[in-house]
């Protein structure tokens, strides 16, 4: 594929959410290692029926609330929807209590939608500032969900304006910031996300609905 914005090979993260554990096990027999789940509660159920694979990656990618920290710290590989510094600061507290680290993305909101979570694009440098303060959290990336639109070009200046962000951020060099995932793209737009310079992908139903 063209890519005028490469940010090396592209990770791609089966979206397991609406599929059963039966699923997963076929996924995983096709090779497939890493698996992302957007409910925490329909997400350890999983991981647990799941012990056996010891290679096996999972990725939180749905809204986190404060007092569920507790159960996904050491039991992901990366929580890709952190989106406050005040979440950031409980995950911290609970990495320390469980004494693990834990990747985190930044999910931004970069179109602006009133129903999606997300920092807003303008605080991305304030809560990046704010990992100083860190000492088991290392934030490894963005993250981004886009709109729904038909035309999935129009999606382009939404990509770019956060791929232009995580290249500027490739160079904040800190213990805890290692700006390495860009993590754009689902079924529906994962080429114009790819594009622009995504380098993870989240895939549900064009892995599992086939
Ligand atoms: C469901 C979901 C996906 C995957 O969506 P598909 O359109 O099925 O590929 C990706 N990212 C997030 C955050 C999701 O909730």
Request: net charge negative.
């Amino acid at each position: 594929m063209d890519r005028p914005v490469d940010n090396g090979p592209v990770k791609l993260i089966a979206v397991s959410k609406y599929h059963t554990i039966d699923n997963i096990k076929e996924a995983y027999a096709d090779g497939q290692r890493v698996f992302a789940e957007n409910r925490v509660q329909e997400m350890l159920p999983k991981i647990e029926a799941m012990n056996d694979a010891k290679d096996i990656e999972w990725h939180l990618i749905g809204h986190l609330q404060k007092n569920k920290v507790r159960q996904v710290v050491g039991k992901v590989a990366m929580i890709q929807s952190v989106d406050s510094i005040d979440l950031l600061h409980e995950i911290e507290k609970r990495a320390i209590k469980a004494d693990c680290d834990v990747n985190i993305l930044l999910q931004v909101n970069v179109a602006k939608e009133e129903q999606k979570s997300g920092i807003a694009y303008e605080d991305i440098d304030a809560f990046v500032e704010e990992m100083a303060k860190m000492t088991r959290v290392y934030l490894k990336g963005l993250m981004f969900i886009a709109p729904n639109l038909d035309n999935k070009e129009d999606l382009k200046p939404y990509f770019r304006k956060l791929s232009d962000k995580f290249q500027v951020l490739k160079n904040h060099k800190s213990d805890h910031v290692e700006m390495q995932w860009l993590s754009m793209g689902m079924s529906g737009d994962y080429e114009v996300a790819v594009y622009e310079g995504a380098n993870m992908v989240r895939i549900g139903s064009a892995i599992f609905n086939v």
